[in-house]
């Protein structure tokens, strides 16, 4: 799929058909993220692949049952946890190195925009689930030390038409020299 359009036509998929997502589709995404840029080349993303449905259940549900993702989640075959490194990104000799923020999640974005615009262009639908309850995920997940988790992230095959939702204008956001 031309660039242009994938990036114009993707958008976030809530509702899924029984489409099984294969391996091969999984690993052409992840091939995706895996090539995003990072901070001094940290490559701080980690991606845990969920195909298990018990523990898929386990994790939306107890999590956030009013999250309009909630329904494709439990029917996804395959739900992507994208996390990263705390330590990696945005350290020079483990010093933090400015105040800008937590460079993990901006380059966790990165490799998550590059995945799910892959996704796209192969014909699979995903949307990113931001507003769950983090602590209980990392439990239930059994994920600790440094690796922080982000996002969930169900993928499968759109079932219904998706229409694009409004933007700002381009001069709403777009500021030359100066932002007012
Ligand atoms: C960081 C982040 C968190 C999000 N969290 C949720 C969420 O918890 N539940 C949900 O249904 N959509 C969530 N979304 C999807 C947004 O609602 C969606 O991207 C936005 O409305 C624009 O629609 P589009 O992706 O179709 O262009 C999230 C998106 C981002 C980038």
């Known amino acids: 799929m031309e660039l242009t359009k994938a990036i114009k036509d993707r958008r976030s998929v809530r509702k899924f058909t029984d489409y099984y997502v294969t391996d091969e589709e999984l690993n052409e995404a992840m091939e995706a993220a895996r090539v995003a840029p990072s901070w001094a080349n940290t490559q701080c993303s980690e991606f845990l692949a969920l195909r298990d449905k018990e523990k898929i259940k386990e994790l939306v549900e107890n999590?956030?049952?009013?999250?309009?993702?909630?329904?494709?989640?439990?029917?996804?075959?395959?739900?992507?946890?994208?996390?990263?490194?705390?330590?990696?990104?945005?350290?020079?000799?483990?010093?933090?190195?400015?105040?800008?923020?937590?460079?993990?999640?901006?380059?966790?974005?990165?490799?998550?925009?590059?995945?799910?615009?892959k996704l796209h262009d192969l014909g699979l639908g995903s949307v990113v689930v931001g507003a769950y309850d983090?602590?209980?995920?990392?439990?239930?997940?059994?994920?600790?030390?440094?690796?922080?988790?982000?996002?969930?992230?169900?993928?499968?095959?759109?079932?219904?038409?998706?229409?694009?939702?409004?933007?700002?204008?381009?001069?709403e956001l777009l500021h030359i020299d100066k932002i007012k």
């Open 63 to 117: 999590c956030y049952p009013k999250n309009p993702s909630t329904a494709c989640s439990l029917d996804a075959s395959l739900v992507i946890v994208a996390c990263y490194n705390r330590k990696k990104s945005g350290f020079y000799k483990e010093t933090s190195f400015n105040d800008v923020g937590t460079w993990g999640m901006f380059d966790l974005g990165l490799a998550c925009q590059n995945m799910m615009l």
């Open 134 to 171: 983090s602590k209980k995920a990392s439990e239930i997940l059994d994920i600790k030390g440094d690796i922080q988790i982000a996002a969930i992230i169900p993928v499968g095959k759109p079932a219904v038409e998706t229409r694009p939702v409004p933007r700002k204008e381009l001069s």
